[in-house]
Nanobody, 115 residues
């Protein structure tokens, strides 16, 4: 079946950086809009960034200038570079693949920003 597997989360100090990866299998990756969402405890899941099949990107205002989404269609992988991390970035980060009405989710990776 379709799998989206996130990796790269962890514990980082404020101001630090992380790079998240999401490897997709059993989908025609290049057709899909890829996105990263996050969900903090007690809060709704929120959209962080999207990247279209042609590479156009969009970001939530809260992460603009700090986070960068990219994709490598040859590796069926989407990335999220997180820089200048803040405590409020602490969340579980989820990868999403969407094509028309079809949507798949990864299992999530925890990012904790704390000193």
């Amino acid at each position: 079946q379709v799998q989206l597997v996130e990796s790269g989360g962890g514990l980082v100090q404020p101001g630090g950086s992380l790079r998240l990866s999401c490897a997709a299998s059993r989908i025609t990756f290049g057709n899909y809009v890829m996105a990263w969402y996050r969900q903090a405890p007690g809060k709704q899941r929120e959209l962080v960034a999207t990247i279209s099949s042609s590479g156009n990107t969009n970001y939530a205002d809260s992460v603009k200038g700090r986070f960068t989404i990219s994709r490598d269609n040859s590796k069926n992988t989407v990335y999220l570079q997180l820089n200048s991390l803040k405590s409020e970035d602490t969340s579980v980060y989820y990868c999403n693949a969407k094509w028309g009405p079809t949507s798949y989710w990864g299992q999530g990776t925890q990012v904790t920003v704390s000193s």
